[in-house]
């Protein structure tokens, strides 16, 4: 019996993934958004709450609502398995939660056919809100294009040219980067209380990930790359575990602020993780936060259940994420999040929270960066490392020479960081809404000028590439204005204090970003007035005016 949930599709706009592999949608979700489009389907609108667990199944043939009831409390690579063994079809792609969604856990992800995981912001809570335990797709319908000849040809060239220009992706996957990252001051260590940690980022990164654990290339579907890494540790036993392996940001979030270096361990809590649909981001930053306070003496073991939280111990941040998971023991207070936790905690523990927006912050650090300032405190989801990737710039990982930017900018000069953040800003904005993979220009070089040729093959809109990042600032500038509307405007343009604490070593030693010089800047760079809101020119600039 199904109480007060319903689901809308949306149907009938272009098509925006191309064939084969020169438009590949992000890790996260490329062939579930594929297999659905060709459904005939665009959209997904889910409202209410069923009263029992229920998984929508959508097909050519339409939408169906079926019973989950029996597929409740599994982890999330046994829901993908059992979703399609119930429905008979081996190639349909499953969007899942895990055991974490079904407790509303704050830091709850969505797993993609238990590979890829879309993991911030606690998407698999809100769907386990609904009692919808996952959505299964696979369609066959061809959506059309308007040029199929020079889309095939695009796909050809720029499948040989990502081949080539990813093979350090292909070989070392994204903890490629954490040597660089570590070395210009960009990782966080210790909860963001340290500043060098040499030996411990030689463990973590390349090539000792790779010694350690034998991992090999998990390719998304179509991927002329393949920077996923799979991984199977069998001992220490208490470690073993199979499957995707921890990329860079879970070796940073789950390892170094913690300071563990024994990837064996990180890979056990990645894959705890995975199973339960866990946001490592969160979890690793949750569980860095709650040692500092321990440390601090503002929590004993009478409220850790008699666990000793100390930096550096493996076996305890796996049981740590096992109990955020699980809603169990002292995880029970990580699990709504770390800025709520420090509300309970309270004693000031609020103050320590490294968070923009409420979002805990990803493994870059903007006392390094510092397009990052502007970058974090604007984000309109919250602290994130996806809306805009100016650290990469910044570090010299890759390059957009159509913007401007054909090498490495200068560390510590705030004269063209805000101009950083707003472009690539606009500039992931639009290709998270075109969705090919940020790692097709970030990591294997495929140039604006590329997505480009892609976009107006399939389209047939013979656009430029101002009209092209127009749409990233267009719907940067209309998130804006939702988020103001919902009182979560540019009083929350703030950065934690920890970001104004300069290092002590390292190097970004006696540096600390101007922070409201930055944010003024990146305001005006806008065309938003000094409050932090769209002037009424850019509203009508851009085309966002109320219909008279």
């Known amino acids: 019996m199904r109480a007060n949930c319903d689901f809308l599709l949306l149907g009938a706009a272009p098509y925006f993934a191309v064939r084969r592999s020169s438009h590949v949608r992000s890790a996260c979700t490329i062939k579930f958004c594929e297999f659905f489009k060709k459904t005939g389907f665009d959209a ?55 055991p974490a969604g079904e407790r509303l856990v704050a830091m709850a992800c969505v797993a993609i056919d238990g590979h890829s995981f879309a993991g911030r912001c606690g998407m698999g809570a809100v769907i386990g809100s609904k009692n919808l335990k996952a959505v299964a ?20 060239e720029l499948m040989k040219k990502l081949s080539e220009l990813g093979k350090d992706l292909r070989e070392n996957g994204t903890p490629s980067g954490l040597l660089i990252y570590h070395k210009y001051g960009d990782m966080p260590i210790k909860y963001w209380l340290g500043e060098v940690w040499e030996e411990g980022a030689n463990r973590l990164g390349q090539p000792s990930y790779n010694e350690v654990l034998m991992s090999k290339p998990l390719p998304c579907l179509r991927c002329p790359v393949g920077c996923h890494r799979y991984v199977k540790v069998e001992e220490p036993e208490r470690y073993a575990c199979e499957g995707p392996s921890p990329e860079y940001e879970t070796l940073a979030m789950i390892g170094a602020v913690n300071l563990v270096d024994d990837v064996k361990a990180i890979a056990k809590a990645n894959d705890y993780c995975n199973k339960l649909g866990i946001g490592t981001i969160s979890a690793g930053a949750a569980i860095g936060f709650s040692i500092e306070c321990y440390e601090r003496g503002l929590i004993t073991r009478q409220n850790t259940g008699g666990l000793e939280l100390k930096w550096g111990d493996g076996d305890l941040m796996i049981e740590l994420v096992r109990q955020i998971g699980l809603r169990e023991g002292f995880g029970t207070i990580l699990a709504d999040g770390t800025l709520e936790a420090a509300g309970k905690i309270g004693k000031g523990a609020e103050r320590l929270v490294v968070h923009a927006r409420d979002l805990d912050f990803p493994a870059h650090d903007p006392r390094a960066c510092w397009s990052l300032v502007p970058n974090y405190a604007t984000s309109t989801r919250g602290a994130c490392h996806m809306k805009g990737v100016p650290e990469d710039i910044e570090c010299n990982v890759f390059i957009l020479p159509e913007l401007g930017y054909l090498k490495q900018t200068v560390f510590f000069h705030p004269s063209d960081k805000a101009d950083l953040a707003v472009k690539l800003q606009d500039f992931t904005t639009m290709v998270n809404s075109l969705v090919p993979c940020l790692f097709m220009p970030d990591g294997a070089c495929m140039a604006l000028t590329d997505i480009l040729n892609c976009f107006n093959a399939i389209t047939g809109l013979h656009w430029s ?15 804006r204005l939702i988020n103001i509307r919902d009182g979560k405007g540019p009083e929350y343009d703030k950065m934690p204090e920890r ?6 070593k390292g190097f970004r030693k006696d540096k600390a970003p101007p922070a409201d010089a930055l944010i003024k800047d990146y305001y005006k760079l806008r065309g938003w007035n000094e409050k932090g809101a769209p002037t009424n020119q850019k509203i009508i600039e851009l085309g966002l005016e109320k219909p008279a």
Do not use: C
């Open 465 to 479: 590439i101002g009209q092209l990042m127009q749409v990233g600032e267009r719907s940067f500038n209309l998130q």
């Open 44 to 98: 997904l609108i889910s409202q209410g709450r069923d009263s029992s667990p229920v998984y929508l199944w959508t097909h050519d043939d339409g939408v169906k609502i079926r019973d989950a009831s029996h597929i409740w409390g599994l982890d999330t690579y046994e829901t993908v398995n059992a979703i399609k063994k119930d429905l008979g079809e081996r190639h349909a792609s499953v969007a899942a939660i895990g």
């Open 499 to 504: 970001m104004f604490e300069p290092a002590k």
């Open 137 to 156: 797709a696979y369609g066959t319908k061809t959506p059309p294009l308007a040029d199929p000849e020079e889309v095939s040809r695009l796909s050809r």
